[in-house]
Structure formats: structure tokens, C-alpha cells
Nanobody
Framework: QVQLVESGGGLVQAGGSLRLSCAAS????????MGWFRQAPGKEREFVAV????????YYVDSVKGRFTISRDNAKNTVYLQMNSLKPEDTAVYYC????????????????WGQGTQVTVSS
């Protein structure tokens, strides 16, 4: 089992920045690729970014490329999502997730999920 706890969400004006954190406990953190997803009201859960177990590979959805950066600190069992130049359309609940696969981008390939953290971007 892996437990994931997100933090760092909040209310920010458009153009601002937030850094989300996801602390993992349980099984070996380095066994998992880590992903960030988001879900806005009335919409399906959307892939945002993923990072491989070593941190050597990352991948982003086109809408956040150049604005968001995913990283991980395996010594701290934590994955981060630095979000810059935020837009109102980034408003959603953000979830981190852990997957035993290399770097999946679909929700069903992730075994463990956090409870989510709300990000609200005002215009």
C-alpha cells in the first residue's frame, strides 16, 4: 500500500504561481512513477504531468507545457508540481497518483491516489 497526501493548493490570481506537494508513505517510493491529474467540476479527470521513478523522464499535457514543472525528491518521498503563469482554466482539484508502470498518462494505470487539493485561479 502507498498513502499519498497532497498539499499546497489555494486561491491565486491569474498569472500567479503555486507549488503542490505530494508526500508518499508505505511501500518504496522509487518503485513508482508519479503523476498529477486534475478534475474540474462537471469534467473528467485529466492527465497533467508524470515523472519516472528516477526523475529522468517527464511528460506533460500540451496545455501546461512551459508553465508547469513536475519534480521529485526520492530522499523525501515527495513529488512536486510547480505551477507558473496560472490561468482560470487551471482551476480544478489536483490529485497525485502512483503507478508501477513506467510513466502512464491514463488514470486507470495508476494504483494509488491522494485525496486531492483545490486550486482556484481567479481572473
Amino acid at each position: 500500500q502507498v498513502q499519498l497526501v497532497e498539499s499546497g493548493g489555494g486561491l491565486v490570481q491569474a498569472g500567479g504561481s503555486l507549488r503542490l506537494s505530494c508526500a508518499a508513505s508505505g511501500r518504496t517510493f522509487t518503485s513508482y512513477a508519479m503523476g498529477w491529474f486534475r478534475q474540474a467540476p462537471g469534467k473528467e479527470r485529466e492527465f497533467v504531468a508524470v515523472i519516472s521513478w528516477s526523475g529522468g523522464s517527464t511528460y506533460y499535457v500540451d496545455s501546461v507545457k512551459g508553465r508547469f514543472t513536475i519534480s521529485r525528491d526520492n530522499a523525501k518521498n515527495t513529488v512536486y508540481l510547480q505551477m507558473n503563469s496560472l490561468k482560470p482554466e487551471d482551476t480544478a482539484v489536483y490529485y497525485c497518483a502512483a503507478a508501477e508502470m513506467v510513466a502512464p498518462i491514463v488514470p486507470y494505470e495508476y494504483e494509488y491516489w491522494g485525496q486531492g487539493t483545490q486550486v482556484t485561479v481567479s481572473s
